[in-house]
């Protein structure tokens, strides 16, 4: 592709923003006619980017050791996760001059750095349902990820950059409350690595999560406490102007976000409109801060950030313009302030994270009055930090903040969280905002209640959107079935979802201490599917690898039947042991047209075979279509099912593999006997040498196609009850 399309497209971009500039300076006649000009400048940039020559593919595959120089895009940093340019790569050199998304434990120091690492492409999401960070990278521009093992500054470092620096480092150095530092790093510049993992699920389990993110509040704050300041030694107007530097500065501190970038926009409207005598109105500041970040990069507009934070500042600034005649005391306003903005992102978050905290629509409006205290104090601590006065001064004022983080932790810790399908709120949410548009501003306003025709036209527009985002049903098309094989690590999760809408679970993967690999892969694909209860749910047998994700599952699943086998070392809870059911051969049943069949163990006690041998075997049909869930059964279970049950009991079109392939499952004569075409075997990284390797080669001589897990991500297959079809989340090789 030759250059001169670009260069069309960009000169376009350059004349319609001047021209759409000069008009909006000039007179407010044409002000349509400029913001068409304007939006058709973002447009061009937009296609610039579109149609700009596509980078050669990096070759697939992790190369260990990589040696480069980088420049992170940023001067500060972003929580260990930032992006950076690959300026030297002497052994890759198509490496040079490509962006990638650095993962490092270290917080950038210097402009450059020298890193040894690990290189690995944009990775597929491995479950579905879940968000694709592979996409995201993609969007982003990124070409891989560089897991960096060893850095070393290769230039000296950046202002903001040793600023954060040296304030983490006395922080760290100074002692005090082991939570002063970290809320003081995170309220003062969006540094939250000091932070666990359980205290940021407080905050957005209480719905404050947005505190701990640089935006609209914290930029607001900073320019008026500067322009304060300025104001006593230069006056009001000179000190409105000069705040402008700081606050940019600021900004660009804190990671130069998309919500940062646009509260310092806001910021600086303001300020030059007031200092002009001409004060735009808030949807002018905020329409042109929109533009500024979308001409910079039109690609942004994805982002969840950005969208979550134009969202809630357009609710703030149309909620508090339409309170304007209200006999209300300001502060009586902020709760309602406060609920516009949670409704307003609600939305937006069901669509990207599958979940909202519903106690931020209370607790929200209760901390708003005393936030900027708060604020206030994580910068005079973050002050303190770079200033020489003594350990203990940095210790007390540390103490508020300390107990503030205690205090909302243990609030946010007994907060619940909703999980709704994103087809639930968008009635409601679309109601809201048919009320908001039709509402006239003021009452008795003849120019708003004229408009209500045109709002009328804009409601009914949104309406067709939504019904168009929700007609994908959240089960499968009527006549049909889908069974999903997750992908959880070591261990064992089946979903199965009939045509009528019911859903069994059999087995609910690994436990590793606190990690649910179930919380990260089946359950995002249930909200998302708007499914809310579990039929069935079956434990194959009592290995941890089976069961580790139960309570996790049952806590916010309503379960109607529980069948076990084999219990082993897990510990039924009452609330299931009261709806469950021992399974043993012959016990069926039928969830719509889907027909569940238990053929193995033959009795509750078995001496002398193993908790494997013991494990539950499931038989589905649906139509002519038949799946064997062969749990962890092996070796002696396996033979014992062979001889007593026929060939026609065990022939099955999928077979999901016995004990993730171990050594004693799947025999030849086991395999002979079902007689699959595929084969689904669930395994993870283990230290069992899972899958053995001649079963594996068994497997390949007796089944057309061999997937697993670890290799293919989650197994997703689909019958009408007579064909059917199956795909991988990941590429994988189909085995011959």
Known sequence: ??????????????????????????????????????????????LLRAIAPAEPPIPDGAISDIAMQIRPHRPGFASGNWDATILECPDHPEFEERTVAVRSERMPQAAVYEVNGRWTPPPNPRNPGIFDYGAFLEEKGASGILEVEDMDPASDGTLPAMICTAMITRLEEAGGHPGASALARALSLGDRRGLTEGDEDAFRRAGVAHLLAISGMHIGFFGLAIRWILAGFLGRRAATVLAIIPVVGYAIVVGATPSSLRAAIIFGVYALGEEMGQKPPPSSAIALAALMLLMH???????????????????????????????????????????????????????H?????????????????????????????????????????????????????????????????????????????????????????????????SRRRINWVVVGCLWVLALVSIWSPAIPAPGGMRLVVFDVGQGDAILIESAAGYTMVVDAGPRWDDVVPLESSMMPYLRARGINEVDILALSHGHL????????????????????????DYRIPEVLLGRGLHMTRGHDSDLGELEISVIWPPGETMPGFSLNERSGVIMLGFGQW???????????????????????????????????????????????????????????????????????????????????????????????????????????????
């Open 1 to 46: 592709m030759t250059d001169d399309p670009p260069m069309v497209f960009a000169l376009l971009a350059i004349c319609v923003s001047i021209a759409g500039m000069a008009l909006l300076a000039r007179t407010r006649r044409w002000n349509g006619a400029a913001c068409i000009l304007l939006m058709l400048g973002v447009l061009s940039l937009g």
């Open 626 to 736: 038949r799946g064997l869930l062969a749990g962890d059964l092996e070796g002696a279970g396996e033979r014992a099912l062979i001889s007593s049950a026929g060939d026609e009991e065990l022939a099955a079109d999928l077979l999901k593999v016995g004990h993730h392939g171990s050594a004693n499952a799947s025999s030849g004569a086991f395999l002979d006997a079902v007689g699959a075409d595929v084969a689904a075997v669930s395994v993870g990284g283990n230290r069992y040498g899972l899958p053995n390797p001649e079963t594996m080669a068994r497997l390949h001589r007796h089944v057309s196609t061999v997937v697993t897990t670890s290799e293919s991500g989650a197994f997703i297959l689909e019958t009408d009850g007579e064909s059917w079809r199956a795909v991988t989340m990941a590429p994988a090789t189909p085995s011959p």
């Open 297 to 351: 990069d039109p690609g942004v507009l994805l982002d969840p950030g950005f969208q979550m934070s134009f969202a809630a500042t357009s609710a703030i600034a149309s909620t508090w313009v339409r309170m304007g005649d209200l006999p209300m005391h300001r502060w009586l306003r902020l709760p309602i302030i406060s609920a516009a903005a949670w409704l307003a992102t609600a939305p937006i978050a069901l669509w």
């Open 353 to 449: 994270f599958d979940r909202i905290a519903p106690a931020g629509l209370l607790i929200g409006p209760l901390v708003l009055p005393i936030f900027p205290v708060v604020l206030v104090n994580g910068w005079l601590l973050g002050a303190a930090a770079l200033s020489p006065v003594p350990d203990w001064v940095i210790r007390v004022l540390g103490e508020p903040l300390g107990l503030f983080l205690d205090l909302l932790v243990e609030i946010g810790h007994r907060m619940p969280v909703i999980d709704v399908a994103t087809a639930a709120i968008v009635p409601a949410f679309l109601g809201a905002t048919a009320v908001a548009i039709l509402y006239p501003a003021r009452r008795g306003s003849v120019a708003a209640l």
């Open 545 to 568: 690898d089976h069961y580790g994700g139960i309570d996790a599952l049952n806590e916010e699943f309503d379960i109607s039947e529980f069948w076990f086998s084999a219990p082993g």
